[in-house]
């Protein structure tokens, strides 16, 4: 074992990031070094024990107040999912009966706690030292989860569903196309992954961008998005999931789903509102059936942006009333602000090459009036659409 590893089972480390998490702040952490080292404490341990304090309080994000008894790696940290998405994760398996999950690549634990916390019996499997090293202490009070060190690959499953939630191992890279990916990109990698996915109810987090065309048929995929982030793919095999069937999904305090074909929608002039769709049914690519269920119409092709005549008010919508539609013309727009007294503007934009931070300045905004100025396109025309965002 480490020396790393060792201070994750350290009574004196654990406490000593408990009490650093509760000072740290963004100015004191060479103070606090200093303090510690004083009073003769091992700067390896101090090392740990900062680095853990500052997992801690970002931890806050993702666990709230829990994360202070949480003990974190870096890749970990960055990787779990978020709580209500965990949740509703746990809930699918809930809600198709199934008892008892095995998390194979468990992380730092996160999936693993959402399950649990759901009453699931839960298997975490974890091969990285460090890592296990933190799922075993996060999940040391839950009676009904136990965590295993070992490689996902030889893990004998005793249990009734699967969760797979493989680490990326070019984490840089952000996008995926369909060239460049790779099996062994993914670890465990992915065919080991689809493999398991084929022999037992499972669900498989993949990211976002993974291409649409790489999903196998017999998986329902759904796209993800918590609080406007657009944060995975999941896949669910077995009797978890209804195969072919893709759905954008909104997590939140509720849940909110979406299921569609791949529509196209009409495409006509703005009217007199303005929607934003919810990025994960821009991702799933279901935009086109949520406008054509919803009496809504693209503007133009490719570009999501919708509008209606008539108001639609929708968890899936943002929606903004307009004012005006002008050519996306520097001179213009800042006459129509002056006019206007506009001296608040959200700049947005979509399928135009102007950018809100090139563009703010040359406008010399004063003023008290506030809008909303979309730069994007209105069929093949360059348009700045003004207009006030709906509460
Ligand atoms: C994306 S993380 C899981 C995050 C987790 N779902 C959470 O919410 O905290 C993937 C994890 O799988 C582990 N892993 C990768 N290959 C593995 C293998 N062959 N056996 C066991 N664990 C593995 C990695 O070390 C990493 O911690």
Do not use: K, L
């Given at each position: 074992m480490s020396q790393t590893e060792s201070f994750f089972e350290s009574p004196e480390a654990r406490k000593l990031a408990v009490e650093i998490a509760k000072r740290l702040?963004?100015?004191n952490s060479l103070a606090l070094i200093n303090e510690y080292r004083k009073q003769g404490i091992d700067p390896e341990m101090i090392t740990f024990a900062l680095n853990q304090a500052s997992y801690k309080q970002r931890g806050m994000v993702k666990f709230g107040e829990r994360a202070i008894d949480m003990l974190f790696t870096e890749s970990g940290l960055e990787q779990a999912t978020r709580q209500e998405v965990a949740s509703w994760h746990a809930s699918r398996f809930k809600e198709a009966g199934i008892a008892s999950v095995t998390d194979l690549g468990a992380g730092i634990g996160s999936d693993a706690i959402g399950f649990a916390k759901a009453g699931l019996e839960v298997t975490a499997v974890e091969n990285h030292p460090e890592s296990f090293q933190a799922l075993k202490h996060n999940l040391a009070t839950i009676a009904n989860a136990t965590a295993l060190e070992q490689d996902a690959t030889n893990h004998q499953i005793s249990s009734a569903g699967v969760w797979l939630d493989p680490a990326r191992r070019?984490?840089?890279?952000k996008s995926l196309t369909v060239q460049r990916l790779e099996p062994s990109m993914f670890s465990p990698n992915l065919d080991f992954v689809f493999e398991i996915a084929n022999q037992y109810p499972a669900g498989i987090k993949l990211a976002p961008g993974f291409p649409h065309e790489l999903i196998p048929n017999n998986f329902e995929a759904n796209w993800v998005s918590h609080h406007g982030d657009l944060v995975e793919m999941t896949l669910w095999s077995g009797s978890l999931g209804q195969p072919g069937i893709k759905k954008a999904v909104m997590v939140g305090e509720a849940v909110n789903e979406f299921v569609g074909t791949d529509q196209l929608a009409a495409i006509s002039q703005v009217e007199r509102y303005l929607y934003e769709p919810d990025v994960s049914l821009i991702r799933s690519h279901l935009v086109g059936d949520y406008a054509n269920q919803n009496g809504l119409h693209l503007i133009?092709?490719?570009?999501?942006y919708l509008s209606s005549a008539k108001l639609v008010s929708s968890p899936w919508l943002k929606g903004y009333e307009v004012q005006d539609v002008l050519p996306l013309d520097i001179k213009q727009i800042k006459a129509y602000c002056s006019k206007h007294d506009i001296g608040v503007l959200e700049i947005k934009k979509r399928?135009?090459?102007?950018t809100p931070e090139a563009l703010r300045p040359k406008l010399k905004l004063k003023g008290a009036g506030a809008a909303t100025l979309v730069l994007t396109k209105v069929g093949s025309a360059r348009q700045a659409i003004v207009c006030k965002s709906i509460r």
């Open positions: 702040d963004a100015n070019d984490q840089d890279r133009s092709e490719q570009i999501a399928g135009v090459d102007v």
